[in-house]
């Protein structure tokens, strides 16, 4: 008799940037919708800032121009310590497939130094799901960039002003 064993491989990404702002600035640009939806992709997210709540990443009018879903990410909200941790639930909606894969883990981390300056970490647990690795690994390059371009942008924003759009 032959048995066959299938073990699951533990996927997590890790992103790290330093950005020249307080762990507060850093902490809106994530949160406040007026802030996330300006870097990126130009998505605004919407956070229910408590454990159980919602998180509701809405696709841009040239997205849905395009056809893409709004919502075009959910997920819930696991725990938070303002402005300094984050963990919720991902899931991206953006087809059929990448809804199957279901719900992944991110965790935002802000980390200040007196000098004003802050190491964002974010790891993505994509765990089981090889379509959002890809994605926001930045691998699948007709997706964008990924995490790195999102938090490329962040920092550009926050230090300057202005996203890599204007």
């Not at 307080?22 to 408590?50: E, F, H, K, M, S």
């Not at 040239?62 to 893409?68: K, L, T």
Request: glycine fraction near 10%; charged fraction near 20%.
């Amino acid at each position: 008799m032959t048995e066959s064993t299938t073990v699951a491989t533990r996927t997590v990404q890790v992103h790290r940037v330093y950005i020249k702002a307080t762990a507060q600035q850093v902490w809106d640009a994530i949160t406040d919708p007026t802030w996330n939806g300006r870097y990126g992709y130009q998505c605004p997210g919407d956070y229910d800032l408590r454990p159980g709540g919602a998180y509701v990443g809405h696709s841009n009018a040239a997205m849905q121009a395009m056809g893409a879903p709004d919502p075009l990410i959910d997920g819930e909200i696991i725990s938070v310590d303002a402005p300094h941790r984050l963990v919720q639930t991902w899931r991206a909606l953006f087809d059929d497939s990448t809804k199957a894969e279901g719900f992944t883990q991110l965790t935002w981390e802000i980390d200040e130094n007196p000098a004003g300056l802050c190491r964002l970490t974010v790891t993505h647990d994509v765990t089981n799901a090889p379509l959002i690795a890809a994605q926001t690994s930045g691998e699948m390059t007709e997706a964008g960039g990924g995490w790195a371009f999102i938090l490329s942008d962040m920092k550009t924003m926050l230090e300057t002003g202005k996203s890599f759009q204007g």
